[in-house]
């Protein structure tokens, strides 16, 4: 019997032997804001939508492989079409994603959003997110009961960006149409075609097919927890700024109307090289003495606005928005002017960021 009670024994350290464990999947968490990614129409190839309609469980739900590549949970940050991004949806989404991101068991947030600002509220994040972790925004072009709707996949890549640990430190990215952009370069070129982001010539930041993602390159602008730009403790607001958009025979009333109203800031959407008509500058020279910080931008979509080139800036104290296109200047400016309106600071700002 020796024997066969000596092979017992040797057994028993495997009976006991600690069962192995599946690797932890990281866990994101997915922020929900509306838009056409959250849309519903009467039917599969009806246009008309209502944006915002679908909440973030549901849009969870439509995407069960996301189980496969993450623990995902979901929070309704607002419903609205992206049209109507305003400060408080902001304030409340930039709070809400530095306290998940502060939380040591989330590893990364993902967030749906319309496209129409898209681009706007990236860069805002950008801009006041205070974490290296990843944080991804994504969006469609065809409301979720369309037919061959892109949301459910774009969903799907952005959760696996966001859990990819390499997405670290890229600042804030946007997935979409497989394709990764940096908020800080990302703008919306077409109306209605799937393919309607680009980040012109900065380029791709990486791609990414069915959650494996490859990398192009690093963001360089400053970014996230290298922001010196913050929000206050209990912010409702940010300061008024207005875009005003250049044209032939450009009048200044509407520059002088938007100073008179309480405007903080004024961004021209200017011709060409951030140009305008000598009315319209000589009416930008005024405001800009009155105190309001004017930021010359352009209405191309392209190329990079540098100071005292056709029109000069140390003159007439304005800023030169560099790379900045009109909408991501005014989101600049807004937070600029927490802390100062010194244009030759802001303009540090705009070199830097």
Partial sequence: MRPYRSIALLALPLLFAPVAHAQKKPKIVILATGGTIAGAAPSQTDAGYKSGAVGVDILIQAVPQLKEIA?????????????????????????RVNELLATPGVDGVAITHGTDTLEETSYFLNLVVKSDKPVVMTGSMRPSTAMSADGPLNIYNAVAVAADPTSRG???????????????????????????????????VGATLFG????????????????ELALASGATSLPRVDIIYAHA?????L?????????KGIVIAGVGDGNMTAPAFD????????????????????????????LNDDQAGTVAS??????????LLQLALIKTSDPKAIQGYFDRY
């Fill in 322 to 331: 560099m790379e900045l296109n009109p909408a991501k200047a005014r989101v």
């Fill in 212 to 227: 494996k993602q490859i990398w192009y390159r690093m963001p360089v602008a400053v970014h996230t927890k290298n922001s």
């Fill in 71 to 95: 623990e995902v949970t979901g929070e309704q940050i607002a419903s609205i079409g992206s049209q109507d991004m305003n400060d408080e949806v902001w304030l409340k989404l930039a709070k």
């Fill in 249 to 253: 025979n450009m009048s200044p009333d």
């Fill in 255 to 263: 520059i002088a109307a938007a100073a008179k109203n309480g405007a």
């Fill in 283 to 310: 009416q930008l020279k005024k405001v800009a003495a009155a105190g309001v910080v004017c930021v010359r931008s352009s209405r191309v979509n392209g190329g990079i606005i540098r100071r005292n080139i056709e």
């Fill in 170 to 204: 890229r600042g804030v990215l946007v997935v979409v149409d497989d394709d990764i952009h940096s908020g800080h370069d990302i703008i919306k070129t077409h109306t209605t075609d799937v393919a309607t982001f680009s980040s012109g010539e900065a380029g791709l």
